[in-house]
């Protein structure tokens, strides 16, 4: 599985912006989806997932209520809808893929960056002040 992440940019702070990850390749094999961040000098962490199949998302607490992840099964991508952005949302944010060949992780699992086995190579979002 291939993953194409997109739609990053430069963004005031309290607007909006849509991510896009497209994956191909053995896209049938996906069984969930997520949303990682990296801002400069700290780790990765977790922003949101989704199953491939039903609406079962989980999101980071600093991100509910403000960000929703959406699947498009058909044209095999990801989205991720931000609004109300903070200075503290500037980040590279990755998409990741976790393959369905392996067990089914429960949906809490999917919170962890071990959970997955795909990465597309990160876009980045500026929020400014």
């Known amino acids: 599985v291939q993953l194409q992440a997109s739609g990053g940019g430069l963004v005031q702070a309290g607007g909006s912006l849509r991510l896009s990850c497209a994956a191909s390749?053995?896209?049938?094999?996906?069984?969930?989806m997520g949303w990682f961040r990296q801002a400069p000098g700290k780790e990765r962490e977790f922003v949101a997932a989704?199953?491939?199949?039903?609406?079962?998302?989980v999101y980071a607490d600093s991100v509910k209520g403000r960000f929703t992840i959406s699947r498009n099964n058909a044209k095999n991508t990801v989205y991720l809808q931000m609004n109300s952005l903070k200075p503290g949302d500037t980040a590279v944010y990755y998409c990741?893929?976790?393959?369905?060949?392996?067990?089914?992780?429960?949906?809490?699992?999917?919170?962890?960056?071990?959970?997955?086995?795909?990465w597309g190579q990160g876009t980045l979002v500026t929020v400014s002040s």
């Open positions: 390749g053995r896209t049938f094999s996906t069984y969930a």
């Open positions: 989704i199953r491939w199949s039903g609406d079962n998302t």
């Open positions: 990741a893929a976790r393959s369905a060949l392996r067990p089914r992780p429960i949906m809490s699992a999917l919170t962890s960056r071990n959970t997955y086995d795909y």
